[in-house]
């Protein structure tokens, strides 16, 4: 199939530590060999949107906010400059040509390839421990473009307990406040890495639909990581969404992971009812061992046609991007009412 073809199936990718990585080299660019996410890898992958975590590594000590403000650095000095070339998005309205993908066509004059439009860039903070403490600070970080929260990474920190720790805790007082100021703010609650006692708390708290933005299927791979079967319904009831995830220990328990494992995961979802809930969210950057056949985003176009080859181009089409893009364009803040 060729490129126009392709084209017409773009992609949303709802996770990646591209960010984290900068931070602690810097010599890494968004054109960087070591990168698995980079605008190239974007356009041969025909993503429209990619979403950059701020994930604040224990390699730098304590987390605090300056960490997550150098990020945010990072996302604008090489993610939307005239180099990075992504385009921001903040509000709802952003996705009103939402049916724009990014493209690259011949330039007039045979000298190459040109992209006609930019993907979006879309930042997330992954756990609060940065915020120190203080809920105050989702304000700031609403006020600087984040529009996605996750209370938590793999472990306890002062707003709730990950799924990691033992004592399987929920959200703190102060956890509770930050949901509540989320809530306020628009900023849309992610529960990967959160403890099951906390997706529940998140569950039943939230004013907006939640999402679950890089986990897979307990049932399929009994990882933690992974959502359990009444996890994955409470989230279709509430209209949120799933992203699964590449990280191949979610995946599979054990054995090499090629794209087509990934399919027991879409099945058993699709069988709960969630076929208009999926989407993906990759971890790119963040993953120690790849999926074979899902190295970077330029895979994207062959793993699609491998989708085609058990299920529907509108089911297909809705996985790979629409049902991300119709959460967002549902859910976002509006510009208006900023």
């Given at each position: ?48 949107l ?49 049916d ?5 066509l ?52 002062w ?60 049932t ?82 062959a ?36």
């Amino acid at each position: 199939m060729n490129d126009k073809l392709k084209a017409k199936r773009p992609v949303v990718d709802f996770h990646c530590d591209v960010l984290s990585k900068m931070q602690l080299n810097s010599q890494v660019d968004f054109s960087h060999l070591s990168l698995d996410v980079t605008k190239e890898s974007l356009l041969e992958g025909h993503v429209q949107l990619q979403t950059f975590a701020i994930y604040i590594s224990q390699v730098l000590g304590t987390p605090r906010f300056e960490h997550v403000v150098r990020q945010i650095e990072l996302f604008r000095q090489h993610i939307l400059s005239s180099s990075g070339g992504l385009r921001p998005l903040l509000w709802r309205e952003d996705l009103e040509n939402k049916d724009e993908a990014p493209d690259k066509l011949p330039r007039t004059d045979g000298s190459g390839m040109h992209q006609t439009r930019s993907p979006w860039a879309l930042l997330s903070l992954e756990g609060a421990d940065a915020l120190e403490g203080n809920p105050l600070y989702a304000e700031l970080c609403y006020a600087m473009g984040i529009r996605l929260m996750g209370l938590t990474w793999n472990y306890a920190n002062w707003a709730a307990d990950g799924i990691m720790e033992q004592r399987g805790g929920g959200l703190t007082r102060k956890g509770h406040e930050l949901v509540k100021r989320c809530n306020e703010l628009g900023l849309l609650l992610d529960v990967s890495h959160l403890s099951v006692r906390g997706f529940w708390e998140v569950l039943e708290q939230a004013a907006l639909p939640p999402i679950a933005s890089h986990s897979n299927a307990f049932t399929v791979c009994s990882h933690p990581r992974n959502l359990q079967d009444d996890q994955v319904r409470a989230l279709i009831s509430r209209n949120g969404r799933i992203g699964l995830t590449f990280v191949t220990m979610f995946i599979k328990e054990q054995g090499t992971v090629t794209a087509e494992d990934l399919l027991l995961h879409i099945e058993h979802i699709c069988a709960l009812g969630g076929a208009r809930h999926l989407m993906f969210g990759s971890d790119f950057d963040g993953i120690e061992h790849h999926v074979e056949g899902l190295e970077h985003p330029g895979k994207y176009p062959a793993f699609a046609e491998l989708l085609l080859k058990h299920y529907s181009e509108e089911m297909v089409k809705g996985w790979l991007g629409e049902n991300a893009l119709h959460y967002l364009q549902t859910n976002l803040p509006s510009k208006s009412s900023s």
